[in-house]
């Protein structure tokens, strides 16, 4: 496994890697978990090269955010991944990204818009305009993404097909299934911020959220249980609940109703003891 720092010798690596077939992209930020290797694992089924980036883009943390204390361990991270059959780690530094003078940037609207994107002004457009770069410089021809992250899938999504993408084509944005905790609490490099005392009550959220989803899919009231759902959170020890809504699963549309073979999702952000958690979910009608 190799790990490029620099863009010029990013080129000739992948370069390499091509010859043996196709090449799945994986963006990340690192402090890498389970869920994480969960992707690698998805992208072997798909590809016969694997590159990895690890890169903690400033451009979509917001003022106030956890840019600076984002934990930054390349080293572990680089063992984990080579011990997943990883080829290649992208691990460039900010300058290399952005040098002086760079003035472009990547908008989604509508999937951008609310949720995540009413709550963290800014952060899918530094995320589009990132994963975009990555795109021009591995030009791979998959990239896998967590469904964890449902917005950032949608906005990438699009972002792909309006731009034309072609390495990867729109169709070849993989998304791969939310890896959780044995209590249900989805993985994420966030989880190490919690407390023992908060990470305990962060259960409360995958369960409240299943218990939501059983009574919208026996045709139960949306805004009663999803009422349920953020009074239970905050019971629970939750500071705030950012949003909690039923949408399209593909639009990012709110729901009111749950309609048959409609594809839908719950999906929402809170905090607890200064964390933001995330979290989504399928939610059909029984
Ligand atoms: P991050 O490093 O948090 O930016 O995440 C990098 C990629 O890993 C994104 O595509 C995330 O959606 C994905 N990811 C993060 N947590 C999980 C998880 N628990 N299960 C599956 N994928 C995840």
Redesign the pocket.
């Known amino acids: 496994m190799q790990i490029v720092k620099q863009l010029e010798n990013l080129r000739q690596a992948v370069d390499e890697l091509r010859t043996r077939g196709k090449i799945a992209l994986?963006?990340?930020?690192?402090?890498?978990?389970?869920?994480?290797l969960?992707?690698v694992q998805r992208a072997q089924k798909s590809s016969q090269a694997i590159v990895v980036s690890i890169f903690v883009n400033p451009t979509q943390f917001g003022e106030g955010e956890d840019l600076d204390s984002y934990p930054r361990q390349l080293e572990k991270d680089a063992a984990l991944l080579e011990a997943a059959g990883v080829d290649l780690i992208w691990a460039p530094d900010v300058a290399a990204i952005y040098p002086d003078g760079f003035a472009t940037g990547i908008s989604v609207s509508g999937v951008s818009e609310g949720l995540c994107g009413a709550s963290r002004p800014g952060h899918f457009d530094g995320v589009a305009t990132i994963v975009a770069k990555l795109f021009n410089q591995v030009r791979p021809d998959l990239a896998?993404?967590?469904?964890?992250?449902w917005q950032?899938?949608a906005v990438i999504r699009t972002m792909t097909r309006d731009l034309d993408f072609t390495l990867p084509h729109a169709d070849q944005i993989i998304g791969?299934?939310?890896?959780?905790e044995g209590d249900g609490l989805?993985?994420?490099?966030r989880n190490r911020y919690l407390s023992i005392e908060d990470r305990a009550s962060a259960a409360a959220l995958p369960r409240a959220m299943k218990a939501a989803i059983a009574a919208i899919g026996i045709g139960g009231n949306v805004d009663a249980a999803l009422d349920v759902l953020r009074a239970t959170l905050l019971n629970a020890g939750f500071n705030t609940v950012d949003y909690a809504e039923l949408v399209d699963a593909q639009s990012l549309e709110p729901l009111t109703t749950l309609i048959a073979q409609h594809p839908a999702r719950l999906i929402l952000a809170a905090r607890i003891g200064g964390t933001r958690l995330i979290d989504n979910m399928a939610v059909t009608l029984k």
Not at 144 to 149: I, L, Y
Not at 186 to 189: C, I, R, V
């Open positions: 994986i963006p990340t930020m690192g402090a890498l978990h389970e869920g994480h969960s992707l896998v993404f967590g469904e964890k992250d950032q899938l791969a299934p939310t890896k959780r989805a993985m994420s490099s």
